[in-house]
């Protein structure tokens, strides 16, 4: 063997040693959690294969073909082959999907009763046998149903779970589960750091982009099955004609995978699109003008869902400009949807400064006396917290308070208080929070999760929506790990219930791979990333420490445009003291919630220490359970938040080497600029605050 031969062997082995483990290509984040890369584990591989021999399924309609797609994207990729279709099982090891309606093969399974227990958009995922043959069956009554087996189904796959012996039942825990946008005509969007609207409204409707398509893909993996297009800041024109057919373009492309179009309404478009002298509900030419709006859109988006309407706040129009209540203003819309099958989603997120000086009671105040008066299709949809989606607040205590009202929760998926797509935060634990909370509405056990799914009031309509955090970036979010909060919230609004490592796990497998150490590494900073954020920014209960930008710390903001809008209404540091007194001496916001959850946070020895600064109103030597003074607690807080926010880094960079280079380094430049961004919020909050506690560090 010549020399040079010799060395490029030695070469050649160097590196196979040295890198053994190279990712095969880089990677955009494009594919979100749908990669379906190839299963690792050879056991397991040949376990699924042997299970999936045939795929025995009547691709008869646009939902079947769009499942039957996805099965077969999903299963080449995992298993490295495709599998055939087939029209009936012939051997052992066949899957089939299908409802009993549709497939002689389904219905010949006998699953009636199981499947009409989960209804239309549930599944029943079952290994069983026909014919003599072992198969495994995905089946629902509903096509939206079988889709949402076939993403389970996948699911499983994806996370390296046995496929013997399935019988997995499941169906969503309430009926609409909506990604509310806040995308404006112009392309650009409200809160939304992912670059522009996907909807590319000036192609529309004569080119749907082909990423429609695939968000599509992937809210239907979730269960999802609402959008809201546009802006709750609505422009009247998003119900012109011009855009209504561009609307209908969208509703068309999303229509195979289960998802409903809705629209946010401008409140004033009577007017300011029709032409009307007046937008009053009461006034019979502004009904029949909704009357002949709604038609006009049901002719174009023959299962339009129904409007969004954000009115009397911030500016928008609304029923006050015209004497009248939010009953009649959302009733209006509602009676011009109904007869079509439409719904209204009317916000509560209201805060008239003449109804009470703390901002966090007025939506209560406003909403509560009109329980019962709204239409039979009319949600109040209501933000997690009676502020506005800080790092954390306490439950709004609208939850428990109208029995009569289906209310809709709203959660914010787009990180607006939460550094937006530059932090790595990770928001289920703080939606369990939410939806773990127990509002004692029915005493105890009314959790706010069970007012929302109905159980509580026995509300005739149930719903959750979160606003998105997806634009035009390659990876669909901006931050790579910000995609972990579009599938948590989709995982949440089909299951209440889950737990947020497990929705992690999920993801981290779809998303990074199974090698144990990237498992545990991203796992353990999600986990992490929601506390250690607040902790170095708003701790122990602080809140609206910002200004304009809803980023950077600005805890010194006097807005001159409204007092709530300013950061020194919230704190109210001086000499004396720090927070917001929301006792029975301060602004009694507390007895808004229902017993002993008033009482208990009336006094601050038994309000939970992460909350003190919400609802009191303290001196800097306040003792806390620690035994540390509150000064000294608000030191350890951002000192403490500061570090972990290194360790989030530290322990990213453990991986180098162990994901794809591309979204590796993405995400470590990420982290470098939160690291920054955490010192510079521990140094200049104390800084801020020093000046009025006058104690050292
Ligand atoms: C606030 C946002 C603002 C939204 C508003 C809303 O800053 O952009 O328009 O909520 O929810 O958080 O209507």
Redesign the pocket.
Known sequence: MSFSRVTCLVFTLLAALLFPVLPAHAESGYDLWLRYGPVGDAARRADYAGALRSLVMRPDSPAAKATLAELQRGLEGLLGAGIPVAADVTADGALVVGTPSGSPVVAALGLGDRLSAQGAEGYVIRTARTGGHRVTVVASEGEAGVLYGAFHFLRLLQTGRSIQDLDIAERPAVERRLLNH?DNLDGTI??GYAGGSLWQWDELPGRVDPRVEDYARANASLGLNGTVVNS??ANPRSLSAEYIAKAAALANTFRPYGIRLYLSANFDSPRRLGGLATADPLDPAVIAWWKDKAAEIYRAIPDFGGFLV?AD??GQPGPYGYGRDHADGANVLADAVGPHGGIVMW?A?IYDADVDPDRVKRAHKEFVPLDGRFRANVFVQVKNGPL??QPREPFHPLFGAMPKTPLMAELQVTQ?YFGHSTHLVYLAPMWNEFLRSDTYAKGPGSRVADIIDGRVHGYRMTGMAGVANTGLDRNWTGHHFAQANWYAFGRLAWNQELDAALIADEWIRMTWGHAPEVVSTIGSMLLDSYETYVRYTMPLGLHHLIGGD?YAPMPENPDPRREDWSAIYYHRADETAVGFDRTRSGSAAVDQYHPPLDDRWNDPATTPENLLLWFHRLPWDHRLRSGRTLWEGLVAHYTQGAEEAKGLAARWETLRGKVDDERFEAVAAKLRTQVEDAARWRDHCLQYFQQFSRRPM
């Open positions: 806040w409200e809160r709750v800041n954000k706040s911030e916000r997120f506005d989606f607006e809803h």
